[in-house]
């Protein structure tokens, strides 16, 4: 019997235009565990869960719901996958309150001193691309988001002097900023909060968080309407293979078993042989 190919642990599309440059991808789907695997470096990067970050399904696929912006978050110290610009940061999220300051969705920081790179969610509902090294230089969005509904920002650091900010591929409302700052030290990457001076917590997330991705690149204005039309683009599901060994010459009809129902075909010497590879 034929049995028709199945899911199991997926990975990059690599052809993709946006897979340049990826470092670090968690979709946050294992749905159990206290940990988020990266699927462009099953080895590196794994975000442990800190005070039981809760695990859900939307329909942008699974994520983790942080509570009330309180204590939980996830997090990667030690080694970050980029340290300084160019590098592009992005990340679903959905919100479920206006939290005077700041909530902070992703940041890759220096985690014993105050300097990061993140995504700032505001109290007036913008989106910031902001840079810290003694003092924050942000760009911010001109449009706002929606609470309780999904919401996609991106904030690319091109160089130095140069941030961009955009919510939901809202190309004329991005915001850009361009005071130089120049973080430095940079060994943690965080979801749901900033880690900084010694790991105290910053930014604290109320709501949920899904995909967030690391680029050690400054990816083009478009690429903000590509991820956010087109989710699931850059990931690609392995498949199981079937193997097909060849013996000796047997001519046989044997019945195919479809989606559209049973067929017959003529095979000449082939024995046909399932395996996951």
Not at 27 to 53: C, K, Q
Not at 87 to 94: D, G, H, K, P, S
Request: hydrophobic share 40%; aromatic share 10%.
């Amino acid at each position: 019997m034929l049995a028709k190919p199945t899911m199991w642990w997926p990975g990059i599309r690599k052809g993709h235009p946006l897979a340049r440059g990826l470092v670090a991808l968690w979709p946050m789907w294992e749905g159990g565990g206290g940990a988020s695997g990266n699927i462009v470096d099953p080895e590196r990067y794994r975000m442990l869960h800190f005070n039981t970050p809760t695990w859900t399904g939307s329909e942008i696929g699974t994520g983790l719901l942080f509570d009330d912006g309180s204590s939980e978050y996830a997090e990667s110290s030690g080694i970050a996958p980029v340290t300084a610009v160019p590098l592009t940061l992005a990340a679903w999220f959905n919100t479920d309150a206006s939290i005077a300051g700041r909530q902070t969705p992703l940041c890759l920081s220096d985690i014993s001193s105050f300097e990061d790179f993140r995504i700032d969610l505001t109290g007036n509902e913008e989106v910031r691309a902001t840079a810290f090294d003694g003092g924050d230089a942000a760009a911010t969005t001109s449009n706002t988001y929606s609470l309780n509904s999904w919401n996609h920002a991106v904030a690319i650091f091109a160089a130095a002097n140069d941030r961009t900010a955009i919510l939901n591929r809202d190309l004329a409302n991005k915001g850009t900023n361009n005071t130089a700052k120049t973080p430095t030290g940079i060994d943690t990457v965080s979801a749901g909060r900033r880690a900084l001076n010694g790991g105290n917590s910053f930014g604290l997330m109320s709501g949920l968080l899904a995909m967030p991705a690391i680029w050690n690149r400054a990816l083009p204005d478009a690429a903000a309407v590509e991820l956010y039309e087109d989710p699931w683009g850059l990931i690609t599901p392995r498949q199981k293979t079937y193997v097909f060994f060849q013996a000796p010459a047997v001519t046989q009809t044997m019945p195919i078993i479809s989606d559209a129902g049973i067929h017959s075909a003529i095979f000449h010497g082939l024995v046909i042989s399932g395996g996951q590879g």
